[in-house]
């Protein structure tokens, strides 16, 4: 069985580090994250910051730290029980269509549950501190928000592979230590799983020249374009503008650099250090026109911010 439930109450608990004057702060720091599923529950519930902070301020500290307990206690127990009854009916709740997710999060204790969309999928978030706070019953929740869910949507056979292969990379990124190993495995990945993606690999900024492009590892028929200046080319424009560029027909494109006649499209990522230095790119040619939506977009710049998060 895939394993769809995650856990994230601990981070929210992490506002009880600070005093109450500062829980917005703390808020604030946990939004990041996962900051996208959080704006998301936001718009959903019209929480500007005000009334964050006014929600955050008529929450009992007293709450919060029997909530803490009780989770901190009970919560192993309660996964044991939902992860078994989900494998003994993984039939039943289509855990194998793989276009959703059930993230538990602390929450401000408004709403029992949401569906947020992504790309990959929708994540059904489940606020654990509403359930605490009204003693309701979390697993009877997640069983029944999830039926609800598979009734409703049919597949989205995209998002269940950009679900499956972002959490196949984000497990190498964070289990690996290596950049050079991570790289090289996130294109084989790439590579492998997705039909339209037919030359992947990174270019990398040489070290011994600021303004140039580097080729790193890749996959697909091997290039003449070894080295590329920034601003020459798809990849020399995203390393220069440091923005995402996607190009649907190379033909239309006056700054290509031909690497195939069988290439199409090109999606270029461009990897940025929290310093602001270009690091590199991601680099993915195909051989269909027009193959790539936003969800491709969102999908691989989610991969560099994890590779991000982790090697800078």
Not at 82 to 87: G, N, Q, T
Request: proline share 3%; glycine share 4%.
């Amino acid at each position: 069985m895939r394993s769809i439930l995650q856990d994230l109450t601990p981070e929210f608990l992490k506002i009880l580090n600070k005093d109450k004057i500062f829980w917005f702060d703390g808020w604030k720091e946990y939004k990041q994250t996962r900051p996208k599923i959080i704006r998301e529950y936001e718009k959903l519930e019209n929480l500007n910051e005000n009334k964050v902070k006014e929600r955050l301020n008529a929450i009992r500290r007293k709450d919060l730290d029997m909530f803490k307990q009780y989770w901190e206690n009970n919560f192993l127990e309660i996964k044991k029980e939902m992860v078994m009854k989900l494998s003994r009916n993984a039939e039943y709740f289509q855990l194998k269509r793989g276009d959703f997710v059930v993230f538990i999060m602390g929450l401000l204790g408004l709403n029992s549950h949401y569906y947020i969309e992504t790309y990959y999928g929708t994540v059904i978030v489940v606020d654990s501190f509403y359930h605490f706070l009204y003693k309701e019953d979390i697993n009877k929740t997640i069983e029944n928000s999830i039926i609800n869910f598979i009734k409703n949507n049919p597949v989205n056979e995209k998002r269940a592979l950009f679900g499956k292969v972002l959490s196949q990379i984000e497990k190498i990124i964070y289990d690996n230590n290596n950049i050079n190993k991570v790289m090289e495995k996130i294109v084989k990945i790439l590579y492998e799983n997705i039909e339209y993606y037919n030359w992947v690999g990174f270019y990398l900024t040489d070290k011994n020249n600021k303004n140039m492009l580097k080729l790193g590892p890749y996959l697909g028929e091997p290039t003449e374009h070894i080295n590329i200046p920034f601003g020459k080319g798809i990849c020399g424009q995203a390393a220069s503008t440091k923005n995402t560029f996607i190009v649907q027909d190379v033909t239309k494109e006056s700054n290509y650099l031909s690497c195939s006649e069988k290439t199409k499209a090109e999606i270029v990522i461009p990897i940025i250090d929290k310093s602001g230095n270009v690091f590199g790119e991601l680099d993915i040619d195909s051989h269909k026109l027009n193959p790539f939506t936003i969800e491709d977009t969102q999908f691989l710049e989610e991969i560099i911010d994890l590779f991000v998060k982790k090697f800078f």
